[in-house]
């Protein structure tokens, strides 16, 4: 069988719909039935909602430092976690009886909890910069008077919280800079007086004491060698006096060995002199000194010679004059006292010079480690400065926040008594409930008319048959087919008013919850 293909005209659209009415009107009734009982027997759901809006430090930033994080989003966000933590929303719980209700005697406190969490609502509204301007807070509830008061107890509730945060921060932070400046200060005066005493133990050898120690190693260089001239001179005067009274006292019987001998004596003595200024001056490997060294060691082993198998007699200490000058003994005498002052300062003066000498060759020494601990210093110093400065504006943000001069949460937009619920939404409800009863009659009829093999028109059954159509016949109606179709048209002005009238009554309910 050929499928005949059905074209959709609003004369049959209306032909249909009068004729399956029923099936329109039924749906729709029954929708409508349903959606005033919705209306009626829903919850009604309230919604309070408060603005709060940051507001910066009264005092600029340029005169006062900020030290409390400024990142605004991730305060707000633990002020949150805090105000929706469980122990503030169970004290929420008790001081405004929610959940009081007989159908709320079963209902575990942890219950009660979750829900009061999904009820709150805490968004951001993002300003110009990356932190946020202002956020509001809404709570949904069913009794209209507790919503609002709620509402307003979370408002107050952040901006305590938040001045808490920021007191206690600045207050923890100048704490810290507090114990790390005491920390520092200690450090500081141990550091302080390790270069005290460094300097006053080594005092005289320090680097800036470095061309005074050079200029002192000099002159104690030049006195030593004009100490070691005059020891020699006074050391020949005296071997002149020795000789002169050897000359005018010495028996007859003195070999002259022993004044030979004597003499080479004194010889050796200012040969040794000679070295010790020669050393002083130049290294060991200096020709003179060497030369020097070769003498002493050559006139030491002559002497040795000539002292070995002779002995002296006892008598030739008692040998000289009685009748010995008393002014030749003065002089003798004064000479031998200017020579030991000479060689007493010429000792001296030696120490001196080793003292110098060792102080000039550790001067490199002492600069590295009195610049190691003038480095620690400076930088104990620096740190030190540094974290007082910051302990300062510490202890100005603390007054500053004390006197609520710093960044604060100011309510914007107070919470009101809600007049109107925000659940269920009567406007979505009608057009929902409208369309569903509609849709679900149309739909039905739809389906019928699809599967409906009937034929509608004539046109219809010359497609099918391929053979045109002479004449059409009007149905003829029997008075008993006349009565049930008056029968049937009450009918179906009784059910479209019916439907009219539910329709008024969810709409009326709507109004009357609403």
Not at 147 to 168: G, H, P, Y
Request: contains cysteine.
């Amino acid at each position: 069988m050929t499928e005949i293909p059905k074209k959709i005209k609003p004369e049959i659209i209306v032909e249909i719909i009068l004729k399956r009415h029923w099936i329109i009107i039924i749906p729709f009734c029954v929708s409508m039935i349903i959606g005033t009982v919705l209306v009626v027997t829903l919850p009604r759901v309230y919604e309070a909602k408060t603005v709060i809006l940051v507001q910066p430090q009264k005092v600029p930033s340029n005169i006062v430092q900020d030290i409390v994080s400024s990142d605004l989003n991730a305060r707000i966000s633990t002020l949150s976690q805090q105000i929706l933590s469980r122990s503030n929303l169970e004290k929420i719980i008790e001081d405004f009886q929610l959940y009081s209700g007989p159908k709320y005697k079963k209902m575990f406190l942890e219950k009660k909890v979750e829900d009061l969490q999904t009820r709150i609502s805490v968004k951001v509204t993002q300003g110009g910069g990356r932190n946020a301007d202002s956020f509001s807070i809404s709570f949904r509830g069913t009794d209209p008077e507790k919503v609002m008061q709620v509402t307003s107890s979370l408002a107050s509730s952040f901006i305590d919280e938040n001045l808490k945060i920021r007191e206690s921060q600045a207050i923890g932070t100048n704490t810290f800079l507090e114990d790390e400046l005491e920390t520092m200060r200690i450090r500081l005066m141990e550091t302080e007086q390790k270069l005290k005493d460094y300097r006053e133990t080594n005092m005289g050898g320090l680097p800036e004491q470095l061309n005074s120690n050079l200029s002192i190693l000099s002159n104690l260089n030049e006195r030593l060698t004009a100490l070691q001239t005059d020891i020699i001179d006074v050391r020949s005067r005296l071997s002149n006096l020795k000789n002169s009274d050897f000359e005018t006292n010495r028996p007859t019987s003195m070999p002259v060995q022993n004044i030979v001998r004597d003499q080479e004596a004194d010889s050796l003595e200012q040969l040794k002199e000679q070295l010790k200024v020669f050393q002083n001056r130049y290294t060991e490997n200096h020709p003179d000194v060497i030369r020097i060294k070769k003498r002493i060691t050559d006139l030491e082993e002559q002497i040795k010679k000539d002292s070995k198998g002779r002995t002296v007699s006892s008598n030739l200490s008692t040998s000289r004059s009685p009748q010995l000058n008393v002014s030749f003994v003065q002089q003798r005498q004064n000479l031998k006292n200017e020579l030991a002052r000479l060689e007493l300062e010429r000792n001296d003066i030696t120490n001196q010079i080793g003292d110098y000498k060792k102080r000039v060759e550790d001067t490199p020494k002492r600069e590295q480690e009195l610049q190691s601990l003038q480095r620690d210093y400076d930088n104990i110093n620096e740190t030190y400065n540094s974290l007082l400065g910051r302990q300062l504006e510490a202890q100005i943000a603390v007054n500053m926040e004390k006197k609520q001069k710093g960044e604060q949460f100011r309510i914007l937009d107070p919470a009101r008594l809600p007049q109107s619920p925000v659940s269920p939404n009567m406007k979505m409800m009608l057009i929902i409930f409208t369309f569903a009863g509609l849709g679900l009659g149309g739909g039905i009829i739809f389906l019928i008319e699809f599967f409906d093999t009937s034929f509608k028109d004539p046109e219809e059954i010359e497609m099918f048959l391929n053979l045109p159509v002479l004449a059409t016949l009007p149905t003829v109606a029997s008075d008993s087919e006349k009565r049930i179709n008056k029968k049937k048209m009450v009918l179906g002005i009784t059910g479209l008013c019916f439907s009219l009238l539910f329709f008024i009554l969810f709409i009326g309910s709507m109004a009357v919850m609403g």
